[in-house]
């Protein structure tokens, strides 16, 4: 074998592997990131999107990143369907009126591949970058699984609950289809939550923030 032909098996021998570096990379497999990752529970409008926005507005953005597990959902679902991005992220009628079609189509791709919308996010918000990841929807069995299988020991599980009443108050309704889906009654039953807490009337909220945030500066102190 030539000396040529030596280097241009060696070349293409690299090349073959890029895809699975970067996968790697990506995935923060070959990466110190993350030391910290929070996983956040609760039912629609009990508060954990404010929550994890203060957990987040507390901390260094270079630091920490919020990962929402229905980002690339929703953005692929608007792709799809030629809907505005945009509004399927916010707490508006909008996202409301598509909800049973965009969880029906989730629930197709999440039979094929319960990892898939979670590594997507991960993608998406480019975890890989961020030693605190707060990921602030986890709705299923599946996903609680998968997070402790890739990334065992740094994970930190946060249940907010609110009161019917309270929820009501904040613009919540009962929708069948939605409300008694699997995607809002699959953690129900889980009792071993690192820590529940009541967002009924706020009350909590600060002492909470308070503790997530010294794990934070606890796991960022030992990289140093």
Known sequence: ???????????????????????LLSHGVMSKNPVIIF??????????????????????????????LSGPIKRQFATDNGLDYS???????????????????????????????IRAAIDMYEGS??????????????????????????????????SEAARKQRGWTFTSGVDDAESECDLDNITDWNQEVDNSNCSGIVELLDHLTTLCNDKLNNLQ
Do not use: C
């Not at 609760?42 to 404010?50: A, F, I, L, P």
């Not at 509004?87 to 791709?109: G, P, Q």
């Open 1 to 23: 074998m030539t000396r040529i032909s030596i280097i241009a098996q060696k070349t293409l021998t690299i090349l073959n592997l890029l895809p699975l570096v970067w996968a």
């Open 39 to 68: 996983l956040f529970s609760g039912k629609r409008k009990s508060g954990k999107d404010y929550i994890t926005d203060m957990l987040q507005q507390r901390l260094d953005e270079t630091q920490s990143k919020i990962i929402r």
């Open 87 to 117: 509004h399927l992220l916010t707490a508006s009628d909008y996202k409301e009126k598509y909800r049973l079609d965009m969880i029906a189509w989730s629930e197709a791709k999440r039979t094929q591949d319960t990892g898939f919308f």
């Open 129 to 162: 970058k961020y030693p605190i990841w707060i990921v602030s929807d986890m709705r299923r069995q599946s996903d609680l699984a998968w997070f402790p299988q890739h990334y065992d020991n740094i994970i930190y599980t946060v249940r907010i609950t609110a």
